[in-house]
């Protein structure tokens, strides 16, 4: 049993323990704080197959965060209006239906910017997935049917099967259930034969070209993964703050979900909850004391990158990077 495999079972117990102590204490802001956690890692899950495993850099998977967030949204609204959308569906109410919807659009959303940017790497390669959210960006600013820039509210929080979501608590359940599956999802990535080629190809594209295997298809296999994943992310953070903001489009979300990958651990599993668990506890004790505490976050980034290149999770586990 490695020491990484224990640093992460402390982390899985850690964020699960923490709403249900926050609840017996009377603490209900902490439980969303848990929540947000739970949500902003399995974001950060999902980009980390494309940057983690593939090397990919994107700055654009905001754009898939946000769809995720509108889908949700939308579908939300059309199903308490009653007003009906194309085809004469009136929208849905039940998360399942709308995590599936949003993996649907963000997956050919992922395909069609995939397809086009995959073929350049490096800086043009983060241009253009940067140019493509900044499109989808402006595209959601300008539909005044859906709030434009004021965003998009969703009256009632989403069902899911079983469970009262209403309830801080058990919506926490929801979100920290779909971030286990993803980071065990991400694992079985990880770890198939498809995976080891995505890593071979981050490491050496020309050699994996010479045994006959080509790049682009497995990059873009891992490309449109991660913006499924992420979709459903964006999806429970519209839930969480029943609101849907342009905001969770933009390239800044961009950044953070980088930033929370590169705390944490590139490549780790673990990785993007440690990320979320630091970026949301420095974001909370310091916000209420300062409006700069990002200068604070830029020097714990600085320092990760000069002195712990593997993250917190590297920093503590060593150089192993299976967990």
């Not at 249900?20 to 848990?34: E, K, R």
């Not at 979709?231 to 903001?245: I, K, Q, T």
């Not at 651990?265 to 004391?289: D, H, K, N, Q």
């Not at 990002?294 to 920093?315: E, K, N, P, S």
Request: with cysteine; hydrophobic share 55%; charged share 10%.
């Amino acid at each position: 049993m490695s020491r990484e495999f224990l640093i992460n079972g402390v982390l899985a117990l850690l964020l699960l323990a923490v709403p249900f102590i926050a609840s017996a204490v009377g603490q209900p802001f902490t439980i969303t704080l848990a929540t947000r956690i739970a949500i902003l890692a399995l974001a950060a899950t999902g980009l980390n197959i494309a940057l983690g495993l593939g090397g990919l850099v994107s700055f654009g998977h905001a754009a898939f965060f946000g769809v995720g967030g509108y889908v949700a949204g939308i579908l939300s609204s059309h199903a308490f209006s009653g007003d009906p959308m194309i085809f004469g569906f009136e929208g849905s109410k039940q998360m399942l239906l709308i995590w599936l919807t949003a993996a649907i659009v963000a997956g050919l959303l992922g395909l069609l910017i995939g397809v086009i940017s995959l073929r350049t790497s490096g800086v043009y390669f983060i241009m253009i997935t940067l140019a493509f959210a900044q499109m989808v960006y402006y595209f959601a600013i300008s539909w005044p049917a859906y709030g434009g820039e004021d965003g998009l509210s969703i009256v009632v929080r989403n069902q899911f099967p079983g469970v009262n979501t209403m309830r801080p608590l058990t919506f926490f359940g929801v979100a920290y259930g779909a971030l286990i599956v993803g980071l065990g999802l991400f694992a079985m990535i990880r770890d198939s034969r498809f995976g080891a080629a995505l890593q071979a190809v981050r490491q050496n594209e020309v050699r994996v070209a010479s045994v006959g295997i080509s790049p682009l298809p497995i990059r873009l296999t891992a490309f449109v993964l991660s913006a499924m994943m992420t979709a459903l992310a964006g999806c429970l953070y519209a839930d969480l703050n029943r609101f849907v903001s342009p905001s969770m489009l933009s390239w800044h979300m961009s950044g953070e979900l980088i930033v929370l990958i590169i705390l944490g651990g590139t490549g780790r599993l673990f990785g993007p909850v440690a990320g979320a668990m630091l970026y949301v506890v420095i974001e909370s004790a310091l916000g209420g004391i300062t409006e700069r505490w990002q200068f604070f976050l830029g020097l714990i980034l600085l320092a990760t990158v000069l002195f712990a290149r593997g993250g917190v999770i590297g920093l503590l586990a060593g150089k192993a990077r299976h967990g």
